[in-house]
């Protein structure tokens, strides 16, 4: 299910999605807008947890984590 919203954007960007239309590395701007927010999703969530890892102290167990995650390929963001 989805929703129908309007959204007020500068000209550049507006730009910016029909450029990524136009190319074909978007189907439309609708979905340049969509992928846009699951990144910010995702940011919201990775920030909240770094908070609760920085509030709660240190996780031994979780030292590979950054090394590994940081040589993950993230095909989603392309």
């Given at each position: 299910?989805?929703?129908?919203?309007?959204?007020?954007?500068?000209?550049?960007l507006?730009?910016?999605?029909?450029?990524?239309?136009?190319?074909?590395?978007?189907?439309?701007?609708?979905?340049?807008?969509?992928r846009?927010?699951?990144?910010?999703?995702?940011?919201?969530?990775?920030?909240?947890?770094?908070?609760?890892?920085?509030?709660?102290?240190?996780?031994?167990d979780?030292?590979?984590?950054?090394?590994?995650?940081?040589?993950?390929?993230?095909s989603?963001?392309?």
């Amino acid at each position: 299910m989805s929703k129908q919203i309007t959204v007020r954007l500068p000209d550049e960007l507006v730009e910016f999605m029909d450029e990524l239309v136009a190319t074909e590395r978007a189907t439309s701007r609708a979905s340049v807008v969509a992928r846009a927010m699951e990144r910010e999703r995702r940011r919201e969530l990775a920030a909240r947890d770094l908070a609760i890892l920085a509030e709660r102290g240190d996780y031994p167990d979780l030292e590979g984590l950054a090394p590994a995650a940081a040589g993950t390929v993230l095909s989603d963001l392309d």
